[in-house]
């Protein structure tokens, strides 16, 4: 066969592992389907600078800014809480230029890359990484279970003037069902609108509601994807062959916020290391970070769940419980793990 590992997606979940497997001394061919990686862009390229800095061993992050963000103005029902870090604590990044970079990087690192290559089910190792996106053809070929959940998102790039340095967020169970509609600046003029609402809620009721609450007259087709909101039960088989699933692929995604890209890559990474041992990789990174996923799944189902009546008065509880500056000083976003001991903390202040 000639390689050790066969990554199918180049995507950023596909190049770590990649990196991740190369660094671990195995040889490794990547399949993308594309003529290049990075395109068509399903992403708002809004990420962490934690998540960023901890990716940055993989990726020259610093290179595809193009905005600073410093805190998010968040939307509950008729509640605002405005949260401030007072320093850029994430970015929105070209997610083409940096998918780019990831693959090439994998290719200076030793990797063949082949393009325009869509794999179905004929590999070229013993051990495959699937990292091929949210409808992963090759989990649902080889039998893995479904992923459950999926959000549904339309997203614009439109014309307004809002401040450049704060992500907007627009949390309503009755406009926006399942997840939350954004606003996420590239300057002081131009940015991006996006809805994601739990499927089969209509997204385009959401867009449209949301483009009326901005006064946004004109604006372009809005395009469509999918995030999954729940993981896959079982991410990784042994036998025969080694199947490991990554990112988007195994549902590695915060559902809280559905972003996929710093925990996706967390995870590849670990795909990269034990990638001849499925069951280190299943129990390696759900022992680091299940209970993460799970926070975020909880955040999500509560959103989706509760009137709006409920999340207004959460909104409230939130910020008379010293929530908002709680959040502010936390750096570490895509984990709530690591946010719980302050918030036990106050939670004492307040008995
Ligand atoms: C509207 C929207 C906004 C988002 N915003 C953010 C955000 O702001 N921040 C964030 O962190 N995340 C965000 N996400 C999520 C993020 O885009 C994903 O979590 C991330 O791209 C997952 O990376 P991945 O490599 O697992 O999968 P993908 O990026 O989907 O890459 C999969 C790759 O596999 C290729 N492929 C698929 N099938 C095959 C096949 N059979 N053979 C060969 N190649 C194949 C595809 O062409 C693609 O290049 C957003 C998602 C959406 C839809």
Known sequence: MGFDVHVVGGGPSGSISA????????????????????????????????GLDYLSKYVDYKKHIINFLRGAIVY??????????????????????????LMWN????????????????KFQARNIIAADGPLSTIASNLG????????VTLQ?????????DFVEVFISSKNYPGLFGWYIPHNEEYGEVGVGTLLPNNPSLAFRHLMKRLKIVNYPTPTGALIPLRLR??????????????GDAAGQVKSSTGGGVVMGGRCAEIAGRFADNPEMYEREWKGKYMADFLMHKSIQSFISL???????????????????????????MDMPTRILPSLLTAKRMFK
Do not use: M, W
Not at 19 to 24: K, M
Not at 106 to 121: D, V, Y
Not at 156 to 162: M, Y
């Open 156 to 164: 614009a790039f439109v014309k307004r003037n809002a401040r450049k």
């Open 106 to 121: 994998a290719e200076i690192e030793g990797a063949k890359l082949e393009f325009s290559k869509r794999i179905t089910n």
């Open 76 to 101: 509950v029902g008729k509640e605002q809480l405005i949260f401030d870090a007072k320093e850029t604590n994430a970015y929105v990044v070209d997610r083409a230029s940096f998918d780019q970079e």
């Open 306 to 332: 509760n009137p709006d009546v409920v999340l207004e008065k959460t909104a409230i509880l939130f910020r008379k419980l010293g929530g908002i500056s709680l959040l502010e000083g936390a750096r570490e």
């Open 19 to 50: 990196i991740s497997a190369l660094r671990n001394n195995f040889n490794v061919v990547v399949s993308e389907e594309h003529e290049r990686s990075g395109f068509p862009v399903r992403c708002s390229g809004l990420i962490s600078k934690n």
């Open 144 to 151: 893995f279970p479904s992923i459950k959940k999926y959000a």
């Open 233 to 246: 039960k079982k991410t990784a088989v042994n036998g025969k062959r080694n199947v490991l699933l990554v």
